[in-house]
Nanobody, 116 residues
Framework: QVQLVESGGGLVPTGGSLRLSCAAS????????VGWFRQSPGKQRGMVAL???????AYADSVKGRFTISRDHNKNMHYLQMDSLKPEDTAVYFC??????????WGQGTQVTVFS
């Protein structure tokens, strides 16, 4: 129903930056929340950044001060600006949108690799 297409992942050195983009299309319902999650091998998917229904923003402690989430309502896109990247940030990053009616929807994941 709601299709999410991610872009911007890649290989970056420690201290570098990447910007992830997520484009949502085909939504029949209002998108109430958007965010980014990540998962590394052997670990559960965890929240990185989230813009909740009312506009409040939450970040995982590990990325506070380094990552910035933003949203463009008119374009049905949201972004994750990642600065001062660390090897610990290496993971598959998943775009997320949530609807009170339509439920959650996930992107396919994009690999971010930070090398020393």
């Amino acid at each position: 129903q709601v299709q999410l297409v991610e872009s911007g992942g890649g290989l970056v050195p420690t201290g570098g930056s990447l910007r992830l983009s997520c484009a949502a299309s085909g939504s029949r319902f209002t998108i109430d929340a958007v965010g980014w999650f990540r998962q590394s091998p052997g670990k559960q998917r965890g929240m990185v950044a989230l813009i909740a229904d009312g506009g409040s923003i939450a970040y995982a402690d590990s990325v506070k001060g380094r990552f910035t989430i933003s949203r463009d309502h008119n374009k049905n896109m949201h972004y994750l600006q990642m600065d001062s990247l660390k090897p610990e940030d290496t993971a598959v990053y998943f775009c997320y949108v949530g609807s009170r009616v339509g439920g959650p929807r996930w992107g396919q994941g994009t690999q971010v690799t930070v090398f020393s």
